[in-house]
């Protein structure tokens, strides 16, 4: 603790992860163990494929080689710390620690929303407009594309760590979650949030409700050109093109709702926890499955890279 002007400052918090059920703790962790690793060599496998494969060098790839960046930063952010809370009574974390946690989960996890938005206007652009395509999604707009989401997510998530380390935390510091989090981090604050609670709900508002809309108004044009197609063969390989994409854009919207788009006055720490276990470990980790089971030219990249796939 760190005396100031009179008033005990907080200079560490506690994580209090699933302590409160010791019985299923080595259960848990490994649980958490298998699934950091098949993320993160997942995610990595991903990376390595379409690094190293010129044939992959498309929009479509370019985005999911993003994606893939951002799921290894969201779970190595927060996995580590967790896994050791689930072998140790006590998992403290420092207040600098905290809000660099803080700082690089909210990143990834926001670039990742707003990735899945651009991939879906990618979808629809092929779809679509398959004859403009190359016009439309070329090399350098792509590259701005990205460049965009990583930059605005960074300086929208500097401005909530900004706003979160002006907040005074006078004690207790038990943070109910396994990594630090904005909502029970606000709770614990001994200082006025109303400024972090109004950046919350624009947050969510444009993350969790104007991108969904983006992304339903594309694949509404996506459905709807697939269903003017007269051959069921054009149908079935314009619907393949997207399937991936729209089961992970459920999954990790489903998380999202679930965990957010409520106010800070109605956390409820175990509901909170589930839902970081959806986005942070499994969506992650069911990302690699979805893109490689279901793509061909993925699993031939592989294949080339690692010639021991091939049987």
């Known amino acids: 603790m760190l005396v100031r002007l009179n008033q005990t400052l907080v200079t560490e918090f506690i994580l209090q992860g699933f302590s409160e059920h010791p019985q299923y703790q080595l259960l848990l962790f490994i649980c958490f163990l298998s699934l950091y690793c098949v993320a993160l060599s997942g995610n990595v496998l991903i990376i390595l494929a379409i690094t190293c494969n010129p044939g992959l060098h498309t929009p479509m790839y370019f985005f999911l080689f993003n994606l893939a960046t951002m799921d290894v930063i969201c779970t190595s952010s927060i996995m580590p710390k967790a896994l050791k809370g689930l072998v140790s009574k006590r998992n403290p974390i420092s207040y600098g620690g905290c809000m660099t946690q803080l700082y690089f989960l909210t990143w990834s996890a926001s670039s990742e929303l707003l990735l899945l938005t651009v ?89 969790g409700i104007l991108n969904f809309l983006m992304t339903i108004v594309s694949y509404g044009f996506i459905i709807s050109s697939i269903l003017k197609m007269r051959t069921s063969e054009g149908r079935q390989k314009a619907f393949s093109t997207c399937s991936s994409h729209l089961i992970v854009v459920c999954m990790y919207y489903t998380a999202v709702f679930y965990a957010y788009i409520s106010p800070v006055s109605s956390y409820n720490a175990e509901k909170s926890k589930l839902a970081g276990v959806l986005y942070t470990m499994l969506s992650p980790t069911l990302n690699p499955l979805i893109y490689t089971l279901r793509n061909k030219e993925v699993k031939a990249a592989l294949r080339k890279i690692f010639p021991f796939l091939r049987n």
């Open 119 to 207: 991939m879906a206007y990618d979808r629809y652009a092929a779809i679509c407009h398959p004859l403009h395509y190359s016009t439309m999604m070329s090399k350098a707009f792509c590259g701005v594309l990205a460049a965009g989401v990583w930059a605005l997510c960074a300086f929208n998530t500097a401005i909530h760590t900004g706003l979160m380390t002006r907040l005074n935390f006078c004690g207790p510091n038990v943070i109910t979650h396994f990594f630090c989090e904005v909502p029970p981090m606000l709770l614990l604050s001994c200082s006025s949030t109303y400024v972090n609670s109004v950046m919350i709900v624009l947050a969510d508002v444009f993350y």
